[in-house]
């Protein structure tokens, strides 16, 4: 339900909504639900390489450091409100551990430090949108002129539903979609700095992507991700976008922005004549 890590330099609190992990503190962001997974996966499979002792007492506590530990985690259980905390601590090049819910304090490997020294920062989604392309069912282009709407059919056709009605290129949409997926932050944005959306063009901004994805086939319990995008700096090749779930933005290179389509035609499907015409032209 939640985690809170303290370690030497770093100390984070992450809580769980549905099937992603989300930090509360010292950042309010996603986090990259498969490392929050990972740091609970080691600690539940933490194994003693030795048993120092078998009912822990105060003073036993305090020879291995416990009643101070370097690291110390603590899980807020969904069943019944409980809560465990994992002590760890480390003398010279031995790492000792108990748990709340143990008598025991045991001698273990010291390989998951790695993570636990992790600030949240390290820790942070850096995807605009996750997402899986193929789920994808409907798209909503803006940017300049382009106003379009394609939806796939259940033979995962792709079809114009605006400006026009008619078959849309179904391999350069998912092409598209993909990039979308893709998309990765060199850099966060956070309040307040992010709230000044004119800073990074996000006021008006050049381009807008909305994706609708299905959830267990029902349509009603379709999921939206809308992602904005500001205004190039050309000197940097860097561009500001948005998630509209999101107050922070995510700083990236533009390069992305030549995959836009700049005619509907980009994304209609070649006629016959065109693909002879390219080949012709491919070929040695």
């Known amino acids: 339900k939640n985690v809170k890590l303290r370690a030497k330099k770093t100390l984070w609190l992450a809580s769980k909504k549905g099937e992603e992990w989300f930090f509360r503190n010292p950042v309010n962001a996603l986090a990259k639900t498969s490392k929050i997974d990972d740091i609970l996966s080691s600690l539940s499979n933490l194994k003693a390489k030795e048993f120092v002792s078998e009912e822990k007492k105060k003073d036993d506590v305090k020879k291995y450091g416990l009643d101070r530990p370097e690291y110390e985690i603590t899980l807020g259980m969904p069943l019944a409100n409980q809560e465990v905390i994992f002590s760890l601590h480390k003398e010279e090049d031995k790492l000792y551990a108990t748990t709340s819910l143990s008598t025991?304090?045991?001698?273990?490997?010291?390989?998951?430090?790695?993570?636990?020294?992790?600030?949240?920062?390290?820790?942070?989604?850096?995807?605009?949108?996750?997402?899986?392309?193929?789920?994808?069912?409907?798209?909503?282009?803006?940017?300049?002129?382009?106003?379009?709407?394609?939806?796939?059919?259940?033979?995962?056709?792709?079809?114009?539903?605006?400006?026009?009605?008619?078959?849309?290129?179904?391999?350069?949409?998912?092409?598209?979609?993909?990039?979308?997926?893709?998309?990765?932050?060199?850099?966060?944005?956070?309040?307040?700095?992010?709230?000044?959306?004119?800073?990074?063009?996000?006021?008006?901004?050049?381009?807008?992507?909305?994706?609708?994805?299905e959830e267990n086939e029902d349509e009603e319990n379709a999921k939206e991700i809308t992602v904005l995008i500001g205004s190039e700096d050309k000197e940097s090749k860097k561009v500001v976008v948005k998630n509209a779930q999101f107050d922070y933005l995510f700083r990236m290179d533009s390069a992305f922005l030549e995959e836009f389509p700049k005619d509907i035609k980009d994304w209609k499907p070649e006629e016959e004549e065109e693909k002879e015409e390219k080949k012709e032209k491919e070929r040695p």
Do not use: C
């Not at 273990?108 to 994808?136: G, I, M, N, P």
């Not at 995962?156 to 998912?174: C, G, M, T, V, Y």
């Open 104 to 213: 025991k304090i045991v001698e273990t490997e010291d390989t998951l430090l790695t993570d636990l020294e992790k600030e949240a920062e390290e820790l942070r989604e850096k995807k605009v949108a996750s997402f899986y392309s193929w789920e994808a069912n409907r798209l909503h282009l803006k940017k300049g002129e382009i106003d379009w709407i394609v939806a796939k059919d259940e033979e995962d056709n792709w079809h114009f539903e605006s400006p026009l009605k008619e078959e849309a290129d179904r391999s350069k949409i998912q092409t598209f979609i993909r990039k979308i997926e893709s998309l990765e932050a060199t850099e966060f944005i956070d309040p307040p700095l992010s709230l000044n959306l004119k800073e990074y063009g996000l006021d008006n901004p050049q381009a807008e992507v909305k994706i609708w994805i």
